[in-house]
Structures are given as structure tokens and as C-alpha cells.
């Protein structure tokens, strides 16, 4: 099983940018496609975005489409979420997780989940 360790989370001004690692470990990280999640103080776990094992499919919630951006390095076992004209919305705690079997939007085929990330956007 693949366990995620997040970082490069912090405070930052609404319109400024962070970008989000998650180092993975175990040999199956390149055959898993990978997601990010946030989670608001008092509201669910919510898709931000994933990326297929090769990378060749990407997707995104609506409300970052534009702003985020998903990547992955399978040499290095890392995937990123660059994140542009960060807003307030955007605060909470981001997680990275793994799916053994596709991209998906919902949290239900994620089998490994990291400790998160806290992401502060101040306005």
C-alpha cells in the first residue's frame, strides 16, 4: 500500500500562489492514479482535482479549473498541485490520496490518504 506525506502548505494573500507536494512511497505509485482533496473547518471533504498514472488524463472541480494545476513526477513519486489566484475559499486542509484504479472524482476509490496540509488564503 502506498502511504502519502503532504507539504508546502501555509499562509498566503488572496491572489498569491503555493505549491503542494506529496512524496509517496512503495514501487505501485506509478501505476496509481493520485488525488487532491480539501476539507473546510465544519464542511466535507471535497474534490479539487487528479491525474491518471501516465498523466495523460487530468481533472478538476469547477472551482479551481483555471487556478490548480496537477502534476506528477513517477520517477521521483510525486505529485504537485500548483495553485494560482489562491482565494479565501480555498483555505482548508488539502489531502493527497491513491487510487488503484482510475481518475475519479469521488473519495470512495481512494485507498491511501495522507496526514493533509493546512492551506490558509487570507483576504
Known amino acids: 500500500q502506498v502511504q502519502l506525506i503532504e507539504s508546502g502548505g501555509g499562509l498566503v494573500q488572496a491572489g498569491g500562489s503555493l505549491r503542494l507536494s506529496c512524496a509517496a512511497s512503495?514501487?505501485?505509485?506509478?501505476?496509481?492514479?493520485m488525488g487532491w482533496f480539501r476539507q473546510a473547518p465544519g464542511k466535507e471533504r471535497e474534490f479539487v482535482a487528479a491525474i491518471s498514472w501516465s498523466a495523460g488524463l487530468r481533472s478538476y472541480a469547477d472551482s479551481v479549473k483555471g487556478r490548480f494545476t496537477i502534476s506528477r513526477d513517477n520517477a521521483k513519486n510525486t505529485v504537485y498541485l500548483q495553485m494560482n489566484s489562491l482565494k479565501p475559499e480555498d483555505t482548508g486542509v488539502y489531502y493527497c490520496a491513491s487510487n488503484p484504479s482510475r481518475i475519479s472524482s469521488s473519495p470512495m476509490g481512494y485507498i491511501s490518504w495522507g496526514q493533509g496540509t493546512q492551506v490558509t488564503v487570507s483576504s
Open positions: 512503495g514501487r505501485t505509485f506509478s501505476t496509481y492514479a
